[in-house]
């Protein structure tokens, strides 16, 4: 069902990535369909059949040779009648197409307008809509698997299980209050009990999903600290696989963030290699350091490094004092202890710790395991859900209305009441309540033509 008043105008856009390439694909989609495709292309071609046509200008010069794919409304992408043309993809050819749809009456597309349609006709559901977006821009197979069954629609129909149970349990709850009956009081006390327990267990087993999801599209924002010559950037250069920051003896060699963005089974990294931590009379490794500092403090793990052969020292025990005030509420925090091989120490984990050479390489598989877990990564086979952190935020709004409702059994309104609410914000990730300003937000971070 549509959600929302829909747009009476049509839209046409270029639906393929900009540049050139073998095929190019114009999309229109809209009540002024038929009569725009007659006027570019000369009739309207068959519902959903594959038609020669040739694209022509007001002027009825012919711009390009292609194919003209009709789909009719209400069995599209949009919902709506949608025309597509696939020409050849060169950007003067396609531009060229374009500007004839849009002077036979369409207007340009704005970023995500066409998913946007397809949400408020009812096609998809919020949360389906948003895994388009997720599924183009899926840096690995397992965000790219994750997204797509987000978009069939495996999250929604999580998502609607729990409210069809809030549901069931909201209007027993509500039948109760308009018969107040002692002896009914004491059997629907028992019964919402163990309903309401089924349905926490089953929303923290979504909530659990959606984490690891999120962990794949959102990925971990990880920073090395340490001293200088502690070997940060030799880390950086392993874990990346190549030459990625300048290695020397010379401390201090490091003296501004260098980014490297790695995979883990999946799990995007983003490494950041900072200035050693000391103090230093010179301005440029001064800046350098307090720019590690303010990076630490929006890390998500810290990767305090030590040289193994010296352990833990008094500078390195005042940079450890620092970090309990420094680290981010949440943040992770791993001692590395390197340069194993001139100590003769074997590769080694565990309690917060990991034994390493980075340059050999041995025990670098512990740490990309230890990165994983301290980030809360677990591979459990399980299907996963590419969740954005609106959804994380409702799915723990209503675990906490939840909690709170379990501690409301014996005054019945108040647990009606924080039913109501869970349902609320379980239905704000589907989009069944939300907020314009919050429709334009998500999709005007689409691409134009999606």
Request: proline share 4%; net charge negative.
């Amino acid at each position: 069902m549509p959600r929302g008043e829909l747009a009476g105008e049509t839209i046409a856009a270029v639906a393929t990535p900009p540049g050139r390439g073998g095929i190019g694909v114009v999309r229109v989609s809209g009540p002024g369909v038929a009569e725009i495709s007659r006027t570019v292309l000369g009739n309207l071609p068959a519902a959903r059949h594959a038609t020669l046509a040739t694209a022509r200008d007001a002027r009825g010069e012919a711009l390009d040779e292609g194919i003209a794919l009709y789909f009719p409304a209400p069995h599209s992408y949009t919902g709506e009648a949608v025309l597509e043309f696939q020409g050849h993809g060169g950007p003067v050819v396609m531009q060229s197409v374009l500007g004839a749809f849009l002077d036979a009456g369409a207007r340009l597309a704005e970023p995500g307008e066409y998913t946007r349609r397809a949400f408020l006709n009812g096609r998809l559901d919020l949360a389906q809509a948003e895994a388009v977006a997720d599924l183009i821009d899926a840096a690995s197979k397992e965000a790219a698997r994750s997204a797509l069954r987000s978009l069939s629609g495996e999250f929604s129909r999580g998502i609607d299980s729990l409210v069809a149970a809030l549901t069931e349990l909201r209007a027993l709850t509500e039948a109760m209050l308009d018969f107040p009956e002692e002896d009914v009081d004491s059997l629907h006390r028992v019964d919402a009990r163990a309903r309401l327990d089924r349905i926490r267990a089953s929303l923290a087993e979504v909530l659990a999903q959606s984490k690891q999801g999120s962990l794949l599209r959102e990925g971990i924002h990880v920073v090395i600290a340490g001293r200088p010559n502690v070997g940060k950037s030799s880390l950086l250069n392993r874990l990346a696989g190549e030459e990625r920051a300048i290695v020397t003896p010379v401390p201090g060699t490091t003296r501004d963030l260098v980014r490297e963005d790695i995979r883990i089974e999946g799990v995007p990294l983003h490494v950041v290699d900072t200035a050693g931590l000391r103090d230093t009379t010179d301005e440029v490794e001064r800046i350098g350091v307090e720019r590690a500092w303010r990076e630490m403090a929006r890390a998500d793990v810290v990767v305090a490094m030590f040289e193994a052969q010296v352990g833990i020292g008094p500078e390195d025990r005042a940079i450890l004092a620092r970090f309990e005030s420094a680290l981010p509420a949440g943040a992770a925090r791993i001692c590395v202890f390197n340069k194993i091989d001139l100590c003769g120490k074997p590769a080694a984990s565990g309690e917060g710790e990991v034994w390493i050479s980075a340059k050999t390489g041995e025990g670098v598989d512990l740490l990309r395991q230890a990165l994983l877990a301290a980030a809360g990564w677990e591979r459990t086979g399980e299907s996963l859900f590419l969740a954005r952190e609106r959804h994380l935020r409702a799915l723990e709004s209503a675990q906490t209305h939840l909690r709170a409702a379990a501690g409301e059994l014996s005054r019945w309104e108040l647990f009606a009441e924080e039913l109501r609410l869970a349902q609320q914000a379980l239905n704000e990730i589907t989009g069944e309540f939300t907020a314009d300003d919050l429709l334009s937000e998500i999709f005007s971070r689409f691409c134009i033509g999606k």
